[in-house]
């Protein structure tokens, strides 16, 4: 039985950067306590790092610039610029990961991560009766927490995927709870 934790964006600009929220602040305790339970020897703590980068990274990276981006359009606050403060995993969410026998890193550039839902492929079983797990938490519950919850329920139709509520923010309250209902309605266990 595999049982895996995706800790999604707990990064400085969605905490106490330039996307930062109270609600966001207040989560990161309980984050961490989450991180602990998966510290054992047969879990395994995935993380998700927005990342989005500047003309001079294009080449590197294959994708847009985040000025000439849709998001960047749609959004246009700079935000998880590769390698800035606002992009780094704040210190107690970070040491807390690193501390996990099993870790790892997923850079994405957009709401969800595809590598990541290709490395669940070979982590965690198809079959239904297999016991395995995805848990998942962090920021934004109404887009990168629900967008990586969405593409893992449709990669894992059979596994049990549970999101924790109290170890998410959403950007707003009503869109928070908006987010939950619909990943009620995917099959995704929405528990405290």
Not at 17 to 27: D, K, P
Not at 128 to 136: K, Q, T, Y
Request: proline share 4%; aromatic share 6%.
């Amino acid at each position: 039985m595999t049982k895996i934790l995706v800790v999604v964006d707990m990064q400085h600009d969605f905490i106490d950067g330039s996307l930062g929220s109270e609600a966001a602040q207040v989560i990161v305790p309980e984050v961490v306590n989450l991180i602990k339970q998966f510290s054992g020897r047969d879990d395994e703590v995935w993380a998700t790092r927005d990342t989005h980068i500047t003309e001079k990274d294009q080449a590197a990276w294959g994708i847009y610039p985040y000025d000439k981006s849709l998001e960047g359009k749609k959004l246009p606050v700079k935000h998880c610029m590769l390698g800035e403060e606002g992009w780094k995993i704040v210190p107690e969410v970070e040491e807390a990961i690193l501390s996990c026998e099993n870790s790892r890193y997923f850079d994405k550039p957009t709401f969800g991560s595809l590598s990541m839902m290709e490395a669940m492929e070979q982590a965690i079983s198809t079959a239904p009766d297999s016991g395995d797990e995805i848990h998942i938490c962090g920021l934004c519950t109404d887009i990168c927490v629900v967008s990586n919850a969405l593409i893992l329920r449709a990669a894992r139709p059979n596994t049990r995927i549970v999101c924790h509520t109290k170890a998410c923010a959403g950007t707003s309250k009503e869109a928070h709870e908006a987010a939950l209902a619909v990943m009620r309605s995917c099959q995704i266990d929405v528990e405290e």
